[in-house]
T-cell receptor
Framework: KAGVTQTPRYLIKTRGQQVTLSCSPI?????VSWYQQTPGQGLQFLFE???????NKGNFPGRFSGRQFSNSRSEMNVSTLELGDSALYLC????????????FGPGTRLTVT | KQEVTQIPAALSVPEGENLVLNCSFT??????LQWFRQDPGKGLTSLLL?????REQTSGRLNASLDKSSGRSTLYIAASQPGDSATYLC??????????????FGTGTRLQVTL
C-alpha cells in the first residue's frame, strides 16, 4: 500500500506570493491533517479535514487555508507569504474515526525569500 | 491546554547500549500517545501507538510504556545501533479534540548512537 505523498517536495517563493501544497493520503484514509515544523516552534497543528469538512483548526492566521476533495486528497494554501512561513509542511493521514494511528508524508520544504 | 515535554533534548550513546527516552504531558485526558522518529529533513515515521487503555506496546527492539495518571510515557530502545540515530518525538491526542485527529507534539529528543 502506498504511503502518504506530498507535492512538491521543495518550493522557493518570494514574500507576498501565494503557494499551494498537495497531499494524497493512504488509500482508504479519510482524515488529512496538516502541520508546520520550524526549528523555533517545533511541530504545530494547522488544520484537519475529514470527508471534505474542516474538523479542527490550529492557531494560525487566516492566510493559511485548506480544502479536501471527494477522493480525500487535500491541499493547503498560504497567501501573502512572509519570511516566517519558511518551514517544513507535513501532512498526516488516518482512517479518521476514533483514535487511529497517523501516518505522515515526507513533507514539503517551503523557503520564502 | 495540553503541553508535552521530552527529556533529554539530546542524547549520545555508544552502540549496543540500552536507553530510555522520556515524554511527559500535562493533561491526562488523552485518547492515545504515539512515538515517531524523524531523520534530518524528512517526514515522521510512526514507531508505536499506545491507546489510553494500554500500559505498553512493543515492536522489535522498541518498547513504549504509558502511565496516564502521572502523565508520562517512556520509549525503551534495546541494543542501540547507529541506524537508530534520529530525532524521536512523542505526540498525544487529547479528549478535548473529540473525534478530530489533532496531535500535540513534544520538542523531541535528538539521539546519536556512536560506533
Amino acid at each position: 500500500k502506498a504511503g502518504v505523498t506530498q507535492t512538491p517536495r521543495y518550493l522557493i517563493k518570494t514574500r507576498g506570493q501565494q503557494v499551494t501544497l498537495s497531499c494524497s493520503p493512504i488509500s482508504g484514509h479519510r482524515s488529512v491533517s496538516w502541520y508546520q515544523q520550524t526549528p523555533g516552534q517545533g511541530l504545530q497543528f494547522l488544520f484537519e479535514y475529514f470527508s471534505e469538512t474542516q474538523r479542527n483548526k490550529g492557531n494560525f492566521p487566516g492566510r493559511f487555508s485548506g480544502r479536501q476533495f471527494s477522493n480525500s486528497r487535500s491541499e493547503m494554501n498560504v497567501s501573502t507569504l512572509e519570511l516566517g512561513d519558511s518551514a517544513l509542511y507535513l501532512c498526516a493521514s488516518s482512517l479518521g474515526q476514533g483514535a487511529h494511528e497517523q501516518y505522515f508524508g515526507p513533507g514539503t520544504r517551503l523557503t520564502v525569500t | 491546554k495540553q503541553e508535552v515535554t521530552q527529556i533529554p533534548a539530546a542524547l549520545s550513546v555508544p552502540e549496543g547500549e540500552n536507553l530510555v527516552l522520556n515524554c511527559s504531558f500535562t493533561d491526562s485526558a488523552i485518547y492515545n500517545l504515539q512515538w515517531f522518529r524523524q531523520d534530518p529533513g524528512k517526514g515522521l515515521t510512526s514507531l508505536l501507538l499506545i491507546q489510553s487503555s494500554q500500559r505498553e506496546q512493543t515492536s522489535g527492539r522498541l518498547n513504549a510504556s504509558l502511565d496516564k495518571s502521572s502523565g508520562r510515557s517512556t520509549l525503551y530502545i534495546a541494543a542501540s545501533q547507529p541506524g537508530d540515530s534520529a530525532t524521536y518525538l512523542c505526540a498525544v491526542k487529547g479528549w478535548d479534540t473529540g473525534t478530530a485527529s489533532k496531535l500535540t507534539f513534544g520538542t523531541g529528543t535528538r539521539l546519536q548512537v556512536t560506533l
